[in-house]
């Protein structure tokens, strides 16, 4: 018999929330305060929240340990499958001296620590989030920095905060488009809602990365190049966002910025060099070591993995994939078993095997063996090892998920957002917050997207706000909510050989949401209720999910693998142009690897 949610179970909104949220405090309580390891500290939130479940909720027992089990496989594939591939490709990097080419490279441009940070961590991790989303920036950008020589909480903790502006737009605007269908609003609407608020953190970011890493002083000192990455990434993701739709602002504002930033870098540096203090004092830029077709060829996995999954991202390849293998597995005991209101909430778990984002990422690594001028051994030797030190991040993201499904099949999530509404004419300034509450629980900008919509649309209604505004908010307040994360955390720690030290990371980054949130929320609070002209003019008519979901049923049954062909041969050139362009000679670990001179 199904079990239905029941909302307010104490009968008042505000106790009701308040041991809602005890497993939410935990997590703050265990990582901020005792520096739980990010398993434990998991673990016993996932406890809490299911024995708030079943004790105050009276969910039955069956149906909370059911839900948490799908949560957990949820984290297993295809989040985890994300992080795996991608590290699997940078430490086949390392493993076969290749990362040392780019390390030299990037050197060449700049050997500033403050600059690296701005084309690494903000601009290609952009690129990053808005192909393929998940963990795959800061997986990649996070390890790159590590790399490079940078203090490994600082790799971490820069790659989270740099992880905002282009969140609400991630995997080719997945959240947005998620919004549209929930709320009913036009997701061209939304889309230009989001654009005309977190252009401002764009600008912002930039700066913010190098006072966070090196202090007021030097990070001031360079604001020329932060304006520059800041600005051109801002003024893009703006245009896209506003008159091209939710699809492309991270990928051709990250272009653009990287493009931007490196030119700029040919005519203006830092009159000194700023590392680590830790680190030797720099010498200055360093000289080029190696060739053009060297560097093409220890930079192409990763402009093959872009490739990839800047493709995965195309509905239409999707489509055909998922022609091939797709496995829709209904949660036996738990599909429509439980009621929001009179609509049955379905557990059918996705197995997407080739159209998962990691999947594009697997592709991209076996194209960078060869690449790479790795052999099979070390190939499978360096996977092996990718998995036996992630062991403890895909336990912790498991574990964080399996707690996000259980506040939503309970009904707890709800709670907080009903209590978060009940603040009234002071509610455009915490639907911010409600959006940060929902990226911070479940790591992603979606599901807090797919939770709130709704409830954003009711609120506004009742307060006389637009509510594209409100909604919006969710989606852009949810981005400061990434960088704390406990899924985000355990892809950070993973990624910089910190795992067991997600407490730090998490202290690192709390009060930057913090602030980061608060002024999109006084943002949204303007746009609300003074700026109002700022608000796009659309036709407020309530829209389906159907009309978003027709492009893709539109498209001739070819065209997916048609786009897929296109996309294996022209990562096949780039593979024979690295081989033809780039030496190979035996390296110190005995394998193929780039000719050092």
Not at 6 to 29: E, H, K, Q
Not at 30 to 53: D, E, I, N, T
Not at 354 to 381: D, H, K, N, R
Not at 574 to 588: P, R, Y
């Amino acid at each position: 018999m199904p079990w239905t949610q029941v909302v307010d179970p104490l009968g008042n909104i505000g106790l009701s929330a308040l041991l809602a949220a005890i497993p939410i405090l935990f997590l703050f309580w265990a990582l901020a305060w005792k520096r739980m390891k990010g398993h434990w500290a998991a673990l016993g939130a996932v406890s809490l929240a299911v024995a708030v479940a079943v004790i105050i909720y009276k969910m039955p027992v069956k149906l909370a340990f059911l839900a948490t089990f799908n949560g957990a496989i949820f984290g297993l594939f295809p989040v985890c499958w994300i992080i795996v591939t991608a590290l699997f490709i940078y430490n086949l990097s390392v493993k076969t001296g290749q990362f040392e080419v780019i390390k030299n490279s990037l050197a060449s441009i700049t050997d500033d620590r403050r600059m690296q940070a701005l084309l690494i961590a903000f601009s290609f991790g952009a690129f990053l989030e808005g192909a393929a989303g998940f963990g795959t920036p800061v997986a990649i950008t996070a390890a790159m920095l590590a790399g490079l020589g940078f203090n490994p909480l600082y790799a971490a903790g820069v790659c989270l905060v740099a992880n905002t502006a282009p969140v609400a737009f991630g995997a080719i605007g997945i959240p947005i488009v998620v919004a549209g269908q929930v709320s009913g609003l036009p997701e061209m609407a939304i889309s230009q809602m989001v654009g005309r608020t977190l252009p401002f953190l764009s600008v912002l970011i930039p700066l913010y990365l190098t006072i966070l890493i090196s202090g007021w002083k030097k990070g001031l000192e360079v604001w020329p190049a932060c304006l520059v990455c800041g600005a051109s990434f801002a003024i893009v993701q703006f245009l896209s966002a506003n008159y091209l739709g939710p699809l492309l602002p991270d990928i051709l504002a990250s272009i653009a910025s990287i493009i931007c930033v490196v030119t700029f870098l040919k005519f203006w540096h830092p009159k000194q060099s700023w590392q680590f203090p830790e680190e030797k004092a720099s010498l200055g830029r360093e000289q080029l070591r190696f060739t053009g077709g060297q560097i093409f060829r220890a930079w192409a996995p990763f402009i093959i993995l872009s490739i990839f999954v800047a493709a995965w991202g195309i509905p239409a390849i999707k489509v055909a994939l998922d022609k091939i293998v797709l496995f829709k597995i209904p949660i036996d005991g738990l599909n429509d078993m439980v009621l929001k209101g009179d609509a049955p909430i379905h557990a059918v778990y996705i197995l997407n095997l080739l159209s998962a984002a990691g999947t594009a990422i697997l592709f991209a690594g076996l194209f960078s063996i060869p690449v790479m001028g790795a052999g099979i051994q070390v190939a499978v030797e360096v996977a092996i090892d990718t998995l036996n030190k992630l062991k403890f991040p895909i336990l912790t993201i498991a574990l964080i998920l399996g707690f996000s499904f259980i506040f939503n099949f309970s009904g707890m999530v709800v709670t907080l957002g009903k209590a978060f509404a009940s603040t009234g004419v002071l509610f455009p300034f915490f639907a911010a917050f409600l959006g940060w509450l929902g990226v911070f629980m479940t790591g992603s900008d979606t599901s807090s997207n797919a939770f709130f919509s709704k409830l954003h649309v009711v609120t506004a209604q009742q307060i006389g706000v637009d509510p594209v505004v409100l909604v919006a908010a969710n989606s852009s307040g949810g981005v400061c909510g990434k960088m704390i994360s406990p899924q985000s955390i355990a892809v950070a720690t993973s990624a910089t050989g910190l795992v067991g030290k997600e407490g730090d990371i998490f202290r690192f980054t709390l009060k930057h949401s913090l602030l980061l949130t608060t002024i999109v929320g006084l943002m949204v609070y303007l746009q609300a209720y003074v700026i109002t002209w700022i608000i796009p003019t659309y036709e407020k008519v309530v829209a389906t999910a159907a009309p978003a979901a027709a492009p893709v049923a539109a498209a001739p049954p070819s065209a997916g693998m048609n786009y897929l062909i296109g996309t294996f041969v022209l990562a096949l050139t780039i593979t024979a142009i690295s081989l033809v362009t780039g030496k190979k000679v035996m390296n110190a670990a005995g394998t193929d690897a780039i000719h050092f001179h």
